[in-house]
């Protein structure tokens, strides 16, 4: 642990650029903190872990979006939402480690951000990116409100797809498509990717309410699954 030149005479303030690991706020693991009465925490330091009372700060100029959007989700939206719109944040995540591996928020300009929405409108439906933006700008909607960026980058980023639609063909199978379908993945059901699409041709389940199925939806004896989605 690296004291700053602010903390002369112990005056139990850690600097903003100190790293500070705890298993418990009255189990302080370094010997220089141990006798430290009071710990100040900086405003703009930010909170990254939570579970098992395990805290890790970190500057902010060194908080990845990546970091922030996990945390952000978890605490604003995961108590909140069902499991099938959880599962849209989860997509997000994804898309995050994808586009904007390791990036630091301090270091995304909206001209940035702009060019990654560039780069996903070509690949994916304007469905999808607008999840994708929506869900980013209103994590860093926090940030700003933490301080920890002084403006929100996404604020006038434009999300269009250039993609082009499907035709109405293009959307729906026909009767000997759809029986081949049933065919390959029954199949081929030991793989995770062919069940789902079975499971989804033989009971007309959303694809997110696919994803969202638990065990406890399964009725075994009865041959029963249900959905019970908010």
Do not use: C
Not at 32 to 49: G, M, P
Not at 105 to 120: G, K
Not at 190 to 202: G, N, R, T
Request: glycine share 2%.
């Amino acid at each position: 642990l690296m004291d700053n030149e602010d903390n002369q005479n112990n005056n139990h303030h850690l600097h903003k650029d100190v790293f500070l690991y705890i298993d418990d706020l009255n189990d302080l693991k370094h010997p220089f903190l141990k006798d430290l009465n009071k710990i100040s925490f900086w405003s703009n330091a930010y909170w990254i872990e939570q579970a098992t009372r395990t805290f890790l700060w970190k500057s902010a100029k060194d908080v990845t979006i990546l970091d922030f959007f996990e945390n952000w989700a978890k605490i604003h939206k995961r108590p909140h939402i069902s499991e099938v719109t959880w599962q849209k944040y989860k997509q997000t995540k994804n898309h995050i480690k994808i586009f904007l591996p390791d990036k630091k928020i301090a270091d995304i300009t909206a001209t940035n951000y702009q060019e990654v929405l560039n780069q996903f409108g070509k690949k994916y439906s304007q469905e999808t990116i607008e999840n994708f933006h929506y869900h980013i700008k209103s994590a860093m909607k926090i940030a700003v409100h933490e301080k920890i960026i002084d403006e929100n980058f996404a604020d006038f980023a434009k999300a269009k797809s250039q993609k082009q639609p499907r035709s109405v063909e293009d959307k729906f199978l026909q009767e000997d498509e759809y029986l081949s379908l049933i065919n390959e993945t029954e199949n081929n059901i030991k793989y995770k990717s062919y069940f789902a699409l079975y499971l989804i041709a033989v009971t007309g389940l959303r694809f997110a309410e696919a994803l969202g199925l638990t065990w406890d939806d399964i009725d075994w004896e009865a041959n029963i699954i249900s959905i019970d989605r908010k």
